[in-house]
């Protein structure tokens, strides 16, 4: 049935469908409206995105506050640099070569002090020795006659380029010198291509030099004396929420194991820390090569041990990989029968809490800079625990006697004629939780890699000895 | 007792310890031979590091000769544009600007031809921005009169940098524009920096783009004429060479732990295969962000689906944490006895086999981009096995039964007193291999979240079907 109505104005027609509400038939020759309202979408589908890509920009500068001061700084760190260039008397000395200082802020000042001065070293020695050997070949040319010369310097430009761009490409070099090999390639292009023309070539390297000395020590005290973002600490701080994030998810996949479901929503979070754990070793890698640039800072040295580091995030990331199984092997379909779960329960929550108590301890050591002596203790502990799941699973057998239900015996009757009595014992059924205790041994395990590792790292870095009476008893 | 002696012409005084030996007595006097003997094992030392690092390069060399190709491109592209440089037409018309093309060339020229694709477009359209904005702003600083046009433009160099550099935090926009933002700040700041000193910024600002353009179009034509390195090409290539170290790992895993001491050997090179697979999450991501800027290449359109090659890698991932487990759990130091080993040699080798068998055709899938009508017959044969070892793990408490040895029954006696005949189960004892089983069911499972994201590959990239006459029988 359909029915014409005035609303709003305009004609409208309406047609009733069968489950009682009414559709607006759209005359087929508003092209106009159509079109409207096809940019009326795009309109809205713009704002929306931009809505919705300011709003994470709002969230990064609200969780971050770091990186939003870092943006300030860059901007403060141009303006100085451009005010420089705007005074006259400095300007009319450095002519247009001022604009190297510029473009040194804008290329070389990074999020961390580290990689700042990575940059800026980088930067300085490779302008300098590549504007030396430019000058070098340069006079060689220049010895060779008018009609060597081009050729000359055509050749050793291919020549050093590619072998500098092959440099890149080994590991340990890329890693430090990666920008150097860069600049390196820039310069010697453009010292050995400009000489040909201007013969003022000490003058303008002169020059060079001086303004990109600007720009450098423009970036670095800009990033070291207002609110600097340390390599070291950022690597450290990061070390540190992923021993936490360890523990958080290694008691949530436990817990989410063996408790009812009521619990699952507030654990769901934490129980997703151990992916971090799992995606920082690019982040630590990096930080780690910036933190060796980064002078005496907080409580690290010159010589700090940060390589250390990278060992602890990779035995941590050896236990996250294990907790990533564990984790599917319990949301696996095969589920064990709540009776077989409650044997097992308090043995695994408990060893499951020793763990990431060792892992918490870890924490401590860490954040306090302290050898603690409650690692050992809680080491002992876990490892005690350990022994006891073992005898748990020893002890099983027994216990199926007790647990195997009417249904399962049912069932196995059914299929196999059995011969004699522990024929009744339901493997496929016990599975499930001997693999999730399997799994919590080798997490135990690792975990004690791990503690191998910090125990490195505190004597490598001379951690304080703990003050006994102190960590034992904590304040209540 | 010690004793003088002349050896090789000069004097020494050796020394008889008691083991029988005789140590030298070096004279505190010879500072300079000491020296001598510092400085030659210094130089040894530098000349054994030199040594090496030649030869890390040149296995670099030897092992990935595209990565040699690249360096030679380089260093053409770099004497083309000097080249043109040179010629003095070209010098007059263009000025100090020319040096604009050389910067650009060093610059931009990346490994992979999407790299430098992206990079170039970002350049360009950065420069364009940043040029057309600096002009604005200093048109209209210009019209504040000279007391404010430095306030105008010191506040617009601050607030843009400050702005630009924010966003680069965005990760959906560092990915992609990241090095735009880098040289829009640049610009923005040269132009709106020399603006307020030359005044034929709109004769610079064509230099400038003219330059930009020789650069950007020597390097693309460079980087995809001669021996052309496709990023999507490379995923493609990585995506497959973890499927085959995913199988050969797994296949590995499972016969070292079930076969002889004999074979370790040889299987320890691919055993490690998972790790390529479980570190290449970094490589993937960008290699497919760099591909979405190629032209169509080889058997790839230009809007192939290269986001689904992420998730495969991701799935891909997924089962080598599993690997990486079962790994730990066979190396681990409870092994279960021969006897039950025996047991499941058979039901799990076959289940690595046919697992493996679908990690292989699914790389024959990808190799040949054609649907593989064998895939889903490998699966069902996975599957089959799946519940074999199922099987085999629901029947082992009979054969427990038989295989449970004197010494084991000894052992358990002497602890316990056993009330029936089911105490005699050595849990324990069975653990490691019931969990190895559960890993490999667990594995088989998340090979078919592989073989998901293939299928959903070879939907979206439109795979060809399979021709099922040639795919059954291959020629033998």
């Known amino acids: 049935m359909a029915k014409g109505n005035e609303f709003s104005g305009r004609l409208e027609w309406r047609i009733n469908v069968p489950d009682g509400t009414s559709k607006t038939l ?13 940019l009326q979408d795009v309109v809205v589908g713009i704002t929306l995105r931009i809505w919705s890509f300011l709003h994470k920009a709002w969230e990064i500068g609200v969780n971050e506050p770091k990186k939003f001061f870092h943006c300030l700084k860059v901007g403060m760190a ?10 006259r ?4 000395g450095y002519g247009t070569n001022a604009i190297w200082a510029v473009m040194t802020v804008v290329v070389v000042f990074e999020y961390t002090v580290g990689a700042t001065l990575c940059k800026c070293v980088n930067r300085a020695m490779a302008t300098f020795l590549a504007g030396s050997l430019g000058i070098g070949v340069h ?26 761009t092959f440099f890149r490409f080994i590991p340990s070099v ?7 090999l860069l600049i390196f390639i820039l310069t010697f292009s453009l010292v050995s291509v400009s000489g040909y023309r201007v013969d003022k070539l000490f003058e303008m390297a002169h020059q060079r030099l001086s303004t990109i000395a600007i720009g450098v020590s423009i970036c670095i005290i800009t990033s070291m004396l207002f609110c600097p973002v340390w390599a070291g600490q950022e690597l450290y701080s ?38 971090c754990v799992l995606n920082s070793k690019a982040t630590e890698e990096s930080m780690a090569n910036f933190a060796r640039w980064e002078p005496a800072h907080g409580s690290f040295n010159f010589r700090h041990p940060w390589k250390q580091y990278l060992k602890i995030g990779s035995s941590m990331r050896n236990c996250a990989y294990c907790i990533e199984t564990l984790n599917g092997c319990i949301s696996s379909e095969i589920q064990a029968p709540e009776s077989l779960k409650k044997h097992f329960n308090d043995v695994c929550m408990r060893l499951s809490s020793h763990s990431s108590n060792v892992l918490k301890e870890l924490g401590n050591t860490m954040k306090s800079m302290t050898k603690s002596s409650k690692t050992e203790s809680s080491v002992r502990e876990m490892n005690f625990t350990v022994e006891e799941l073992q005898s748990a699973l020893k002890s099983l057998p027994y216990q199926l006697a ?14 196999d004629e059995a011969p004699t009595e522990p024929s009744k014992v339901p493997l496929l059924e016990i599975l499930p939780v001997t693999t999730v205790a399997s799994l919590l041994i080798e997490i135990a395990a ?18 304080k000895p703990a003050s006994k009476k102190g960590s034992k008893e904590p304040a209540k």
């Open 446 to 463: 690792r975990i004690e890699g791990i503690v191998e590792e910090v125990d490195e790292l505190a004597n490598q870095a001379e951690f």
């Open 89 to 92: 008397p400095l300007y009319d």
């Open 26 to 38: 759209v005359p087929e020759s508003g092209i106009i409206q159509k079109s409207c309202r096809r």
């Open 402 to 415: 007790l647990f195997t239900s009417p249904a399962l015996e049912a069932s196995n009757n059914g299929k």
């Open 174 to 180: 890329k890693a430090r010198f990666d920008y150097g």
């Open 139 to 164: 006079w060689v040319a220049n010895q060779c006659g008018e009609n060597f010369e081009p050729i000359v310097l055509e050749l050793s430009v291919f020549l050093l380029a590619a072998a500098a």
């Open 238 to 275: 990061l070390i540190n929420r992923n021993l936490e994030k360890l523990a958080d998810s290694l008691d949530g996949c436990v817990a989410e194991y063996f408790t009812d479901d009521g619990t699952k929503e507030d654990s769901s979070k934490n129980l997703q820390g151990y992916k």
């Open 78 to 87: 141009l303006s100085l640099v451009s005010l420089f260039y705007y005074m």
